[in-house]
Every structure is written in structure tokens, then in C-alpha cells.
């Protein structure tokens, strides 16, 4: 069965630190992880990942996949109390009409 | 830019009432899902739609049904409802597979 998994779960670091979040997924014809940020209603997209080693920035964040380790980590550097959010890796599949399949989330807290 | 509209945003609900929740997308997307999402068990995907006329299950689909009669209006309906179905609700949606989701803000339903 596939699956993704996170960790870790929660996370409680203080402003200016660096965090990382880890997935690692088993996802049948994958093809392709995303990350998406959830504050306090929908999740909003940051990342997809396609191919290995090849890292994606957007600001402070950043994010790489490993094919060979199934897995991948997000990056945050200089925490702000903005970051505090619960944030969500899921994996897609390649064919037609799969779907994408979500972690649990990593519940981030960032205090001041 | 509406994006995915959820209604309702909120309900309550008494064991036993049926009622339907409306996900409208201006997007064009072809792809449309419902989540629900618990604590402790990230977004669990119970039905989705790759076009107009279609519908799937997907992980959790018992008690709840679909339509998508339009290409932009995606329906959930509860029949008849258990208090296993207080959750909150995220309709999704997305032009196709390989691109990433676009997420509702969300429907908070209790059954009581």
C-alpha cells in the first residue's frame, strides 16, 4: 500500500533558527512529491519536486528529493513566527486518475 | 479570482440529518477531490472526479456520495450522519495530474 511519512510530527524551534522536515514516501510509478504550507485553513502550495537532487528555493525555504532514498526534506532557515504552520508532503503517482497521497503533517511552532 | 469556493463554511449537524456540501471551482479544472482532514491523520481523500460526469472513490468513501453533474461544481453528500464524520472538509482541485492542487478554505462540520 502507499504511503508517506513524516517526521517529525511537531516541532517547536525558536525565531532565527534553521529547521528541517523530513518525508520519506512509497508511492507506486512515482511521480512526483509536493510540499504544501497549512496555517489556519487551506493548504497552500510550495514545492514540487521531480527529479533527485535538484533543489527548489523560494525565499527562506528550500526543498530537495532523493529518488534513491525515497525521500525528501524541506528546509526553513531564519525562522519567523510566520512559519508556524503544520506543513504537508505528499507523493503523486504517474497514472491516469491516481491521486495524490498525503503525510500527517509536521505541526511547526515557532516561538518568539 | 475565487479560485475553489467551499459553502458552507461551517455546520452542525444531528445524528441522523443528511445534508450536502458544494465545492465550485472557476479554475476549468478537470480534476476535483474531496479530503477530510482529522487530527493526528493528515488529508484523507474520499472521493474524486477526473471530468465532468465522473466520480471515484478514494480512501474513505463509506457514508458519503458525489456528484459532478458540471464541470465546475463538485457535490459531497452525507445521507445520513454519524458522529465519525465530524471533521473538516477541504474540496480540492487541479488541471490535471502532474500539476499541483488548489485547495477550498474548508467546511467544519460537527455531528452531534
Known amino acids: 500500500e502507499d504511503k508517506v511519512v513524516q517526521s517529525p510530527l511537531s516541532l517547536v524551534v525558536h525565531e532565527g533558527d534553521t529547521v528541517t522536515l523530513n518525508c520519506s514516501y512509497e508511492?507506486?510509478?512515482?511521480?512526483?512529491l509536493l510540499w504544501y504550507k497549512q496555517e489556519k485553513k487551506a493548504p497552500t502550495f510550495l514545492f514540487m519536486l521531480?527529479?533527485?537532487?535538484i533543489e527548489k528555493k523560494s525565499g527562506r525555504l528550500s526543498s530537495i528529493l532523493d529518488k534513491k532514498e525515497l525521500s525528501s526534506i524541506l528546509n526553513i532557515t531564519a525562522t519567523q513566527t510566520g512559519d508556524s504552520a503544520i506543513y504537508l508532503c505528499?507523493?503523486?503517482?504517474?497514472?491516469?486518475?491516481?491521486?495524490?497521497?498525503f503525510g500527517k503533517g509536521t505541526r511547526l511552532h515557532i516561538l518568539p | 479570482n475565487a479560485g475553489v469556493t467551499q459553502t458552507p463554511k461551517f455546520r452542525v449537524l444531528k445524528t441522523g440529518q443528511s445534508m450536502t456540501l458544494l465545492c465550485a471551482q472557476d479554475?476549468?479544472?478537470?480534476?476535483m477531490y474531496w479530503y477530510r482532514q482529522d487530527p493526528g491523520m493528515g488529508l484523507r481523500l474520499i472521493h474524486y472526479?477526473?471530468?465532468?460526469?465522473?466520480?471515484a472513490k478514494g480512501e474513505v468513501p463509506d457514508g458519503y456520495n458525489v456528484s459532478r453533474l458540471k464541470k465546475q461544481n463538485f457535490l459531497l453528500g452525507l445521507e445520513s450522519a454519524a458522529p465519525s464524520q465530524t471533521s473538516v472538509y477541504f474540496c480540492?482541485?487541479?488541471?490535471?495530474?502532474?500539476?499541483?492542487?488548489?485547495f477550498g478554505s474548508g467546511t467544519r462540520l460537527t455531528v452531534v
Open positions: 480540492a482541485s487541479s488541471y490535471s495530474t502532474g500539476t499541483s492542487y488548489t
Open positions: 508511492v507506486t510509478n512515482f511521480r512526483s
Open positions: 521531480t527529479s533527485s537532487g
Open positions: 505528499a507523493g503523486e503517482a504517474m497514472n491516469r486518475d491516481d491521486k495524490i497521497i
Open positions: 479554475m476549468n479544472h478537470e480534476y
Open positions: 472526479s477526473v471530468g465532468e460526469g465522473t466520480t
